[in-house]
């Protein structure tokens, strides 16, 4: 099993910008296919990114495109979220999750991970 922990997160004006990691402990992560979701108060969790094992592919939700970019480093065990631009809408609860099959992409169904981390508040306030 591979542990997830993610950091990161706190409170920023709009146009702001935070990084955040998701730290892996367990297993190396370089296995798995790599994704951030998020949710928001009284919404349903919605894909954010997604990255490959490789880190050859990338995937974003439309509305973050241009604004956040996934990253890994698998000599750190580590996936990171760069958000720039941060919008009010963007506040939420964002996770981390890893998916153990052959996923090559885009990882946007929830259901296909296997590991998720506990979550980091994000607030981005007006």
């Known amino acids: 099993q591979v542990q997830l922990v993610e950091s990161g997160g706190g409170l920023v004006q709009a146009g702001g910008s935070l990084r955040l990691s998701c730290a892996a402990s367990g297993r190396a992560i370089g296995r798995y296919f790599m994704g951030w979701f998020r949710q928001a108060p009284g919404k349903e969790r919605e894909f954010v990114a997604s990255i490959s094992r490789g880190a050859s592919g990338t995937y974003y939700l439309d509305s973050v495109k241009g604004r956040f970019t996934i990253s890994r480093d698998n000599a750190k065990n580590t996936v990171y979220l760069q958000m720039t631009s941060l919008k009010p809408e963007d506040t939420a609860v964002y996770y981390c999750?890893?998916?153990?099959?052959?996923?090559?992409?885009?990882?946007?169904?929830?259901?296909?991970?296997?590991?998720w981390g506990q979550g980091t508040q994000v607030t981005v306030s007006l």
């Open positions: 999750a890893a998916d153990s099959s052959l996923t090559a992409g885009p990882g946007r169904v929830e259901g296909q991970y296997d590991y």
